[in-house]
């Protein structure tokens, strides 16, 4: 069983204001990680943590397809707690389910207007030698679930790919919790963290 005061503590919570830029030359912002710090749950949010109004749908017609991509250390303990959006303006529920015997998760992309899930990530955690996941350390995504039902389209007229999917990944993991995930061609991951130092992925 997680401890969840351990948890909390492996989440920097100290709002920073500087900003990198990305190894490729995309500028990334402090702001996911300002976000995050002024708005992260105290305690793991579940899908029954959202509104009864608009509850956390299920998949209708979902799409898997395996996908590598490596998360930087520390990112696993943010991604287990969860993100659940207080006013419109966050836009994204985000619930994590396990991690199970073999380190597996599953994060949940939820849209907060409609409950409608996005996608989900299944993620591997590296395990230590008793067979337990490292939380701390660094995880890899490993395959993605999307939403391929018409009537579920994110935006009337956008049909969701693997693509766009993997895109939303990146987006909410940058934007919610200042994790930047790398779509293509980049194996240095790296996370913002209060001295705003990079963590290479090696």
């Known amino acids: 069983m997680l401890d969840w005061n351990v948890l909390c503590n492996l989440i920097p919570r100290r709002s920073i204001s500087h900003s990198r830029q990305h190894p490729l030359g995309t500028p990334i912002s402090s702001l996911g990680m300002e976000h995050y710090t002024q708005y992260a749950p105290t305690k793991r949010v579940t899908k029954e943590d959202f509104p009864r109004r608009i509850p ?16 930087p250390p520390g990112s696993l303990p943010k991604l287990i707690m969860g993100f659940k959006a207080e006013i419109m ?35 591997q955690a590296e395990l230590d030698d008793d067979k337990k996941p490292i939380l701390e350390n660094r995880a890899r995504i490993v395959e993605i679930t999307w939403e391929a ?52 992925l090696d």
């Open 89 to 123: 303006d966050h836009k994204w529920h985000v619930y994590t389910d396990g991690p199970d015997d073999s380190g597996i998760l599953t994060v949940h992309f939820i849209r907060s207007w409609t409950g409608i899930p996005v996608v989900a990530a299944k993620i």
């Open 56 to 71: 956390a749908k299920p998949f209708v017609e979902p799409v898997a397809s395996p996908w590598s991509a490596p998360l």
């Open 149 to 200: 039902a018409d009537n579920r389209r994110l935006f009337k007229d956008e049909i969701s790919t693997e693509e766009s999917s993997r895109k939303w990944v990146v987006d909410v993991c940058d934007w919610v919790f200042g994790i930047h995930v790398p779509l293509e061609g980049d194996d240095e991951p790296w996370n913002l963290v209060e001295d705003s130092n990079r963590v290479p």
